[in-house]
């Protein structure tokens, strides 16, 4: 039956695998794909790195264990303007970019849904720890938290339209990750035990700065480090090399720690403050994604979260324009960073979200 068909991405872990398990154990059809997303000559090589030949015949091998068919899609070129350059570009202006939504966005529930389309699949289906339901009140497709607190990937899918939620799959969105590896274990998977890629993926030494002057063969100049009232109190060593709310590695002997809270691209400087001026009640985000609602049309009260792992903090957030948040915090909040994501939660609902500007 077409409608059966699902299509699975397979990055060669664990989570993935068993995706595809509980998915011919629910009656689907899966098909597994592996995404070629870059060359490992293209990158950093080190242990972590993903998207390796050895991944892709670890996703083969539990393909073949369950009997269902495999795919390897080349994405190599949507990956590289995407996800890539826009990572490259965000750094250059001063930015700190979200890698992982942006494939989250343009690959795995983009060209990846296009490619089901063509091949008469229903859905996608991933191992991210999240949830979809259907609101038959709204008429709205919502995304949820996973039920494992730690392992939750909500805050990185915020992106998904209507459209995508629809055809979209996440078969471990109730399950703990320990009950995830037992799984795989049970049914053989070479891969049941398999470390957890860490960092970004196409930098996996978590050298951001060398992979952009690798990329761009371009050298980013020295410049001064100034207080926030123009004092220059030493040089830094080129402006990608520093993120808002960084203290170590900054190379200065201060009489009292300062953290870097602002990058001037233009003067080529990094202006430095202390821990508290790090911290602010209010931000503004734009290329908006709403998910619960159409819109905000009056104050909404939320929990809200500007980086992956931070606890969510009470919040109202209005939405002046259509491609605008304002988000007000209860209590001031550390070291917003352009670039980054603010996503919206009323309980395990994600509301939306945008990038921080």
Known sequence: MESKKVLVGMSGGVDSAVSALLLK???????????????NEDVFRSEKTCCSLEDAEDARSV???????FYVFNLKDTFRSRVIDRFVETYIAGGTPNPCIDCNRYLKFGKLL????????????????ALVSFDSGSGRYLLRKGADETKDQSYVLYCLTQNQLAHTLFPLGGMKKSEVRALAEEN??????KHESQDICFVPDGDYAAFIEKRTGRSFPHGDFVAKDGRVLGEHKGIIRYTIGQRRGLGLALPAPLYVCRKDVEKNRVVLCS????????LYADDVNLIALDRITAPLRVKAKVRYKQPEQWATVFQPEEDLLHVVFDEPQRAF???????????????????IR
Do not use: M
């Open 63 to 69: 393909a073949a264990k369950l009997g269902i068919p």
């Open 275 to 282: 821990n508290e001026e790090l911290f602010a009640k209010e």
């Open 337 to 355: 960073a352009k670039g980054q994501a603010v996503v919206l939660y009323d309980g395990d609902i994600v509301v939306g979200g945008g990038t």
């Open 114 to 129: 296009q490619r089901a389309q063509e091949l008469g699949a229903s859905a996608v289906a991933t191992g991210h720890y």
């Open 188 to 193: 053989g998977f070479l891969n049941a035990k």
């Open 25 to 39: 154990e629910a009656g689907y059809a899966p098909i597994g794909v592996n995404c070629r997303f870059f060359d």
